[in-house]
């Protein structure tokens, strides 16, 4: 049950639940001031508990404003009328350039006997979920074009999270993963990560879009489009983990539907 009481000013901003509550928080909630204080509305973030939560309460429309991958993007957007008014433009960081796109990898351990794609086959990976574009979606094409179907290929588990699909592989319990590459990030300090292999790095996919529902207040939806894209607080966006936002890839994101 939602306890929250939301006022008539209440903006309910939505994040997909990629990491835990606590890291999403502090990542988000100074994008949520910002917004509070240019808007005069009360923006508040919405984390839901997984993907599936994620999905319904957006379809059911109760929010405002959703963040989410582009695979997600696009599942909802085939049957509910939302529309990219941002996307991110990734922070480089010690994987990647950063940039207007990222790609999943399939990581597996150092000492593991898997050392082509081929050798994936009836091995256990654990991925994030299958609506996840950066660990699996990404994967599940990049590997299809070389021959490899995940579902018949491979033994599938479903770990909900990025950090639990590394704990997995470097524990033993799975012989690869499939994880968004930034993802590596989040557990340096946690474990050993030069433990860890990458077999391979996926094709790119569009960034992360920013949605509006388009149920009402479209004046809102311009105004926030605006915010976000001339958004230039380093405080704001070092704690989001980005560099700033562009407008959204509507092409490409399109093209994601077919999966």
């Known amino acids: 049950k939602d306890y929250i009481e939301y006022g008539p000013r209440t903006v309910r901003f939505a994040v997909l639940p990629l990491y835990p509550a606590s890291t999403i928080y502090q990542r988000y909630e100074p994008l949520m001031r910002y917004l509070s204080r240019n808007t005069g509305y009360e923006f508040k973030l919405v984390i839901p508990r997984d993907f599936d939560e994620f999905l319904r ?143 391979a790095a996926t094709s790119t996919l569009p960034n992360w879009p920013i949605a509006w529902t388009k149920k009402n207040n479209p004046a809102l939806a311009a105004k926030v489009q605006q915010l976000l894209l001339t958004l230039n607080d380093p405080s704001i966006l070092k704690a989001a983990r980005v560099r700033s936002f562009h407008k959204p890839q509507e092409t490409e994101l399109e093209q994601l539907k077919k999966y």
């Open 57 to 199: 309460l957006v379809k059911g429309g109760t929010i405002d404003f959703s963040y989410q991958n582009p695979y997600i993007f696009s599942q909802i957007d085939r049957d509910y009328d939302i529309k990219p008014i941002a996307a991110t433009v990734s922070e480089p960081d010690e994987e990647t350039s950063g940039g207007e796109a990222f790609r999943g990898v399939i990581i597996t351990r150092m000492d593991s006997k898997l050392k082509t794609l081929d050798d994936l086959r009836n091995h256990t990976v654990m991925i994030v979920s299958r609506r996840s574009a950066g660990g699996f979606l990404s994967q599940k094409i990049y590997l299809a074009q070389r021959g490899i179907d995940v579902d018949r290929d491979l033994k599938i588990v479903d770990a909900k999270r990025q950090e639990k699909v590394i704990l997995g592989v470097y524990n033993g319990h799975a012989d690869a993963g499939f994880v968004r590459e930034s993802a590596l990030d989040v557990l340096k300090d946690e474990i050993d990560m030069q433990q860890i292999r990458i077999l």
